[in-house]
């Protein structure tokens, strides 16, 4: 694979200690681009302090003024150009995994699931006007403030003010009339450890030509009741799902390395060239040479 966990251990080469989460604040002096498209395992919050910046998040572009924040999922690639002589922001960079209690359960997991899965439709951007009369840009505040001075306990507070963050993103009206709550209060941890199954068949093997009977016995279930099932959970066929993940990888690949189309199909899984740009632009309604054109601008 080519993703690597965000934390490996708990202390890097130096000694210093790993966290699974992050606070800064970074500056831009000039317009231009200021973090280059890159993607991680970890979830990323954006907290405009000053001026404006235009962040490239799955394929898409945002205009950011002062105020607003933007929710980057988990996977996804991402870029940061500045707009103007004066930017600042607040950055809180977390792994998915601390926001499950000690052992992860899908009764946690469906509500983690849409921010770890790129292609989610929940809202992003979340303006000034928005959020100035609620708790989150204190808590922002809190979470850089806790993570720089690093006080006693601080490790709890950081992951209680983060749960506490990302509990307000999912009650929010628009988010969940995104996601297919019914659907999910629906699951059980017999469909999450199929899924669970299934992710890490997929994760491990997308490059090589694998298939849903594969996947079905490895959940010990029957090909159709798994194509059901899975397609019932998912909203889509376990097809589908592989060519998304295949895409999304190529996306990466487009946006951080000058490989060939041909060369960026078959290291991702598929056969040709020429499917691998019909899946795209099923997928992403835009040529992989216009995705990588818009990236790199």
């Not at 709890?156 to 988010?175: E, N, S």
């Not at 490989?259 to 040529?287: C, H, N, P, W």
Request: hydrophobic share 35%.
């Amino acid at each position: 694979m080519m993703n690597e966990p965000y934390f490996e251990s708990n202390r890097t080469q130096d000694g210093s200690i790993h966290y699974p989460y992050e606070s800064m604040i970074h500056y831009g002096k000039e317009p231009r681009c200021i973090v280059p498209s890159h993607w991680h395992l970890y979830i990323e919050i954006l907290y405009l302090l000053s001026g404006t910046a235009k962040v490239y998040s799955g394929g898409e572009a945002y205009v950011l003024s002062e105020g607003d924040l933007i929710l980057i999922h988990s996977h996804e690639t991402h870029s940061i150009y500045s707009l103007d002589h004066e930017l600042s922001y607040i950055v809180v960079k977390f792994d998915p995994e601390i926001l499950y209690s000690t052992s992860r359960t899908f009764l946690e997991s469906k509500y983690i699931l849409p921010f770890t899965l790129a292609e989610s439709s929940n809202q992003r951007v979340f303006t000034a006007s928005e959020i100035r009369d609620t708790p989150i840009p204190d808590m922002i505040w809190e979470i850089y403030h806790e993570f720089s001075a690093k006080s006693f306990g601080f490790e709890l507070a950081v992951r209680t003010l983060i749960c506490r963050v990302f509990l307000w993103f999912l009650r929010q009206p628009r988010q969940q009339q995104h996601w297919n709550w019914e659907v999910a209060n629906s699951l059980n941890d017999s469909d999450y450890q199929m899924l669970q199954k299934v992710f890490e068949y997929i994760d491990y093997n997308y490059k090589s030509d694998i298939n849903a009977q594969t996947a079905a016995r490895l959940c010990n279930m029957s090909y159709s009741y798994f194509s059901r099932r899975f397609k019932a959970i998912m909203g889509k066929t376990f097809t589908n799902y592989l060519n998304y993940i295949r895409i999304t990888e190529a996306e990466k690949l487009l946006l951080t390395t000058d490989q060939s189309m041909t060369e960026i199909a078959l290291e991702v899984g598929f056969s040709s060239s020429s499917y691998f740009i019909q899946q795209f632009r099923q997928y992403k309604d835009i040529s992989p040479y216009q995705f990588r054109k818009k990236g790199k601008a």
